[in-house]
């Protein structure tokens, strides 16, 4: 056989990089493909068909249309919370998959939810309904469910229920002069605070006047219990002694601390005797929870940054995030703990904490809020690019967490799916597929969700027609050297997640639902 | 895809109904027959008879009809809409079936010939399969004339039946209606309706395989066959890939909508049937739908090409990518699972030449 035909080099195709869809069908490289769907890549110079699918449910009826679903690391496993649409399109579901032979729930039900965010805290889950809004210009915005709430839920089964909670709402506390003891003679302002079995306190309540004894303790009786069957212990603050010669008689107006000790372990005894503290004693402040949320308002976004629970895009305020105290993930303050982008007509998207700072996103704009110290409503906000942003799950989530991994983010613009650790590598790491990514339909961004398998060295994307975009980056995360391809179904695929390290969960909904009158 | 529909009323099928007097009581009522002669309808046209005969003599209005007025579909006119490959031709009558449309409004001509002022007691046109529609300019008080009117939709009215089922309107009166007012003609429904597409392909005239593609991955086909030894079945000779065949769906069970627009384009060794879904229904589990073809081949006529079983399936849930697996396994129903082909792996690379 000749080497050759007459004019005519043999080519070698030994290499496959997958699809190269970006301008002129004919500038294809050789070594791409101008059109592949269904295959995975093996090696450099092998590609086969793509790895079937499995049913994740067994021995049990499959938890139908399904459009999101989160990775959920209880106290003790690997989980799923998935959110199901009711066949009549309006009603949304939220179940709890524990393992292929046990789903929970629903955990949650309400109308209108057609989308959640959700994200996993000290084995419970931070649970937040949203929906897509069209704006008086067409295009969808997301948008905390109006009306509705931050719920959480424990993990057990029960239903989730809303986060923070009421204070005590009446009753008269009895205080009286206790046994031998010591306080710092004078007059206090005492209150009960409630917690609840997920460590959120309430405000202050039923504020009491009385002048304790250099001596003796204080006792407390006729403590009211809270009608919160979740309340499960309640505490007793005061305020330090207050200078008779100042004193206004505003029960409200001085600063609470809690008691060390003057907790009541239930919510059922309704006494607590021979306190003894000096005001040296009173430290933790309780004042500030005087102004925080009791029912918080449901966002489109939700992380965590520097131990506090961030919330984004409620809807009456959908440019601004809620912030939460650390560590306590239901305390967010109304006044303080509060920051805000501009207003421009575009809610938040997103929020992700990157290299100890907080990175907010609009979908076209990004900013980034610096810790300093202060409360969140000081922190100093600085602009990262006012061109490119995200979707509300377009940042990759890497195993258990949507965030980092080795110090950047795999970002989902409408430029692309880029890179970004701290600013937008250019070009984008889907640079080979530039138009293919442009004909995705701009105003259904919000469908798009990312998983990164670093096992696998794969991004996994669900588009928003129900496809998935597969980017195999065994060569290296670099627009050059990544291979996509886009996958299909014979169900349209609409949610991703990992779980145990490299098990890829993916959710399928009906199409018809992305056309119900609640999936504007 | 969103699509502009209009469904034009045609030939009057049958009538029936009751003119029931509400006050003073007691309730009066005359029968069907009476109430036949009171209304006189033309070609595509209602004549609204707003009196009732009762104990021998007419008896004035304070009543309500109650009655069904039964229209055959004369033709669905589309029109408007993005992408629309012009499938439908606008002309012949449409196959569809089964689609609810997202908005609709009933419009008619009412020509006013008697100028009482009861004659504004046309309160309410529903069709008997519960679209409600109200004439929301029936506070006339002096109505002599036509009017072109439009009501509003307040219940969405399901076209599978008006279509199959004939339209039935019920003319709803006020009070006072005490004789015959005048007529409504050019009746007609328009509104939108959202469109899907799906396609099937017969490899064979006695084979028939569908493929589902990315824009319907709800539905699943099967293979069926025509039968061999049944003297009327269609083989590769008798077809002439060069004329139009018109395929008919034909359900076995009415109950179960199979929302389409059809078209069948023909290869030599392959037919495309191109099936637009009007909004896809919930149906779940198999349901046969008898294939006819009719026109181009070599006789005239029409022969059943097979039977096709169409697997509604209700396939969405949580599933996992398997390392090493061959096929997609599915939910098709609660219990019921089903492995399908991974769909056409395929790559094509660009210009190679030097």
Same mark, same amino acid.
């Given at each position: ?5 007459r004019d005519?080099?043999?080519l ?6 997958g ?12 070594d791409?493909?101008a059109?592949?769907? %269904? *295959? ?8 086969? =068909?793509?790895? +079937? /699918?499995d049913?994740?449910q #067994? ?9 999101r679903a ?5 106290k ?5 919370l998935?959110l199901?649409?009711?066949?009549d ?6 179940y709890?998959?524990?393992d ?6 629903p ?7 057609m ?7 000290a ?7 949203f ?5 008086d ?10 009306g509705e709430f ?21 009753g %008269? *506390? ?8 010591? =306080?710092?003679? +004078? /007059?206090?302002i005492?209150a #009960? ?8 306190l ?9 002048t ?39 029960l ?11 907790t ?5 005894t ?20 005087l ?19 961030c ?6 305020l959908?440019s ?29 998207t997103n ?5 100890d700072?907080?990175y ?5 704009r ?10 969140p ?19 990759a ?31 984008e ?15 259904q ?5 990312i ?15 129900g496809?998935?975009l597969?980017c195999n ?8 050297s ?16 990992i ?12 199409f018809e ?8 | ?9 045609g ?6 109904g009751?003119?029931?007097r ?5 309730i009066?009522?005359c029968?069907?027959y ?12 209602i ?29 669905i ?57 109200i ?28 279509l199959t ?17 005048g ?14 597409r ?13 493929l589902?593609?990315?824009d319907?991955?709800?539905i ?14 269609v ?12 395929l ?21 060794l ?5 099936v637009?879904?009007?909004r ?8 046969p ?15 059943l090409?097979?039977t ?12 996992k990518i398997?390392?090493g ?30």
């Open positions: 056989m000749p080497s050759s035909y005519h080099n043999p070698v195709l030994d290499s496959f990089s699809l190269w869809a970006r301008g002129d069908v004919d500038t294809t490289p050789l791409h493909f059109e592949c769907v %269904n *295959i995975k890549f093996v090696g450099d110079s092998s590609i086969e =068909t793509r790895d +079937g /699918i049913i994740s #067994v021995g049990q009826p499959p938890t139908p249309n399904i459009v989160y990775n959920y690391p209880t003790d496993s690997n989980t799923l998935v199901s649409i009711k066949d399109g309006t009603t949304g579901e939220i709890h998959l524990v292929e032979h046990i789903t929970y729930g955990i949650l039900t309400l109308p209108d939810m989308d959640f965010a959700c994200i996993p805290y084995g419970r889950a931070y649970i937040s309904p929906k897509s809004y069209l704006n210009k067409g295009l969808n915005v997301e948008k905390g469910l109006e931050l719920y959480v839920y424990a993990g057990d089964g029960t239903a989730a229920r809303k986060a923070a909670g009421s204070q005590l709402a009446s %008269n *506390i009895d205080i009286a002069i206790g046994g031998p003891g010591h =306080t710092d003679p +004078g /007059i206090h005492f #009960v605070v409630s917690e609840t079995i997920s460590g959120y309430t405000p202050p309540a039923l504020n009491e006047k009385f304790t004894e250099a001596v003796q303790s204080v006792s407390f009786g006729n403590i009211p219990t809270s009608g919160n069957p979740n309340v499960t212990k309640r505490h007793i603050v005061a305020t330090k002694v207050i200078d008779p010669k100042v004193f206004n008689g505003d409200n107006g001085y600063q609470f601390f809690f008691i060390p000790n003057a009541i372990p239930n919510n059922t309704i006494f607590l005797n021979d306190v003894s503290f000096f005001d040296q004693d009173l430290i933790d402040d309780a004042t500030h929870l102004d925080n949320y009791e029912e918080i308002p449901a966002g489109a976004a939700l992380s965590l940054f520097h131990d506090r629970l919330l984004f895009a409620p809807f009456d959908p601004t995030a809620l912030i939460s105290e650390i560590g306590e993930p239901e305390a967010i303050n109304k006044i303080n703990g509060i920051i805000a982008m501009p207003p421009d007509g575009n809610p938040l929020g992700q904490e990157l290299r700072l907080l907010v996103f609009k979908r076209s990004t900013v980034a809020f610096i810790d300093n110290g202060e409360e409503s000081l922190w100093p906000m600085v602009s990262i690019d006012n061109a490119l942003g995200t979707c509300v799950h377009g940042i989530t890497v195993l258990d967490s949507g965030s980092s991994t080795v110090d950047y983010l795999i970002v989902a613009t409408f430029q692309g799916i880029s890179l970004f650790n701290g600013r937008y590598i250019s070009p790491l889907s640079w080979k597929i530039e138009t293919f990514w442009n004909a995705l339909d701009r105003n961004f919000r469908r798009i969700q998983v990164n398998a670093p096992i696998q060295k794969e991004l996994y994307i669900v588009l928003p027609d496809r998935v597969c980056y065994s060569d290296g995360m670099d627009p050059k990544v291979c996509w391809v886009p996958w299909t179904y014979v169900v349209p695929m609409s949610t991703v997640a779980l145990n390290i490299d098990e890829i969960i993916l959710g399928a909904r009906l639902l992305m056309l119900s009158p609640m999936d504007t | 895809m969103a699509m502009n529909f209009r469904i034009i009323v030939t009057v099928g049958s009538k029936t009751m003119w029931s509400s006050q003073p009581t007691p009066e009522s029968s069907p009476e109430i036949y002669e009171a209304l006189i309808i033309p070609d595509n046209q004549v609204v008879a707003a009196w009732y005969l009762f104990d021998g003599s007419y008896r004035p209005g304070n009543g309500l009809f109650n009655g069904s007025i039964n229209f055959f579909v004369g033709k006119e589309l029109y408007g809409g993005e992408s629309w490959d012009g499938i439908y031709d606008g002309i012949n009558d449409l196959p569809v079936a089964g689609w609810t449309p997202v908005t609709a409004n009933l419009f008619a001509t009412v020509v006013i010939t008697k100028n009482v002022p009861s004659a504004r007691q046309i309160l309410n046109v529903t069709t008997d399969l519960g679209g409600t529609f004439w929301d300019d029936a506070s006339d008080v002096n109505p002599e004339g036509t009017w072109e009117v439009v009501y509003a939709y307040n219940e969405v009215p399901d076209a599978f039946h008006l089922s004939s339209i039935g309107i019920d003319i709803q009166g006020g009070t006072d209606l005490n004789t015959e007012v007529t409504i003609e050019n009746v007609y429904i328009q509104g939108t309706y959202e469109i899907q799906w396609t099937t392909t017969i490899t064979s005239p006695t084979e028939i395989k569908t589902a593609n990315i319907v991955q709800p699943e086909s099967v293979v069926i066959e025509s039968d061999p030894e049944d003297p009327d079945a083989d590769f000779t008798q077809l002439d890939p060069t004329a139009p065949i018109t008919y769906w034909e359900l076995e069970n009415a109950n179960i909508m199979i929302p389409a627009i059809i078209t069948i384009t023909t290869y030599y392959e037919f495309i049937i191109d637009y879904l009007l896809l229904i919930r149906a779940k589990g198999k349901v739908v008898a294939i006819k073809l009719n026109g181009g081949t070599q006789f005239e006529g029409q022969v090409a097979g096709l079983e169409i697997l509604f399936f209700d396939g969405t849930g949580v599933y398997s390392s697996r061959r096929n997609d396994l599915i939910y098709v129903e609660e219990d019921v699972t089903e492995e399908f082909k991974i769909p056409d792996p395929t790559i094509k690379t660009g210009y190679i030449g030097t």
